[in-house]
């Protein structure tokens, strides 16, 4: 299984980000598929997560109402939109791939992409 995270970078506080993950070696339809992200000092926060049918999502009171995290099944990737950015956002932000879109508990990791946000 490989997933591989793509998209991250400097951005601008305020300014917007569009994080990709492309998945291989497993049946992505099948899987939930999570974003995690961890800061220097910091433990592993679980960003935002979407069921496998694309229905349902779950995200982080830290990230609601700025983050969205769509998927596309036929394209195997799975996306973290990320809007109005703020410094605390910075971090190497992961994907995973597991059981249940909801809950921390994922099987495959990616290798992490760094988004660092500042002026």
């Known amino acids: 299984v490989q997933l591989v995270e793509s998209g991250g970078g400097l951005v601008q506080p305020g300014g917007s980000l569009r994080l990709s993950c492309a998945a291989s070696?497993?049946?992505?339809?099948?899987?939930?598929m999570g974003w995690f992200r961890q800061a220097p000092g910091k433990e592993r926060e679980f960003v935002a997560g979407?069921?496998?049918?694309?229905?349902?999502?779950y995200y982080a009171d830290s990230v609601k109402g700025r983050f969205t995290i769509p998927r596309d099944n036929a394209g195997n990737t799975v996306y973290l939109q990320m809007n109005s950015l703020k410094p605390t956002d910075t971090a190497v932000y992961y994907c995973?791939?597991?059981?249940?879109?909801?809950?921390?508990?994922?099987?495959?990791w990616g290798q992490g992409t760094q988004v660092t946000v500042s002026s």
């Open positions: 995973a791939a597991g059981p249940f879109y909801n809950r921390p508990t994922y099987t495959y």
């Open positions: 979407i069921r496998w049918t694309g229905d349902m999502t």
């Open positions: 070696g497993l049946t992505f339809s099948s899987y939930a």
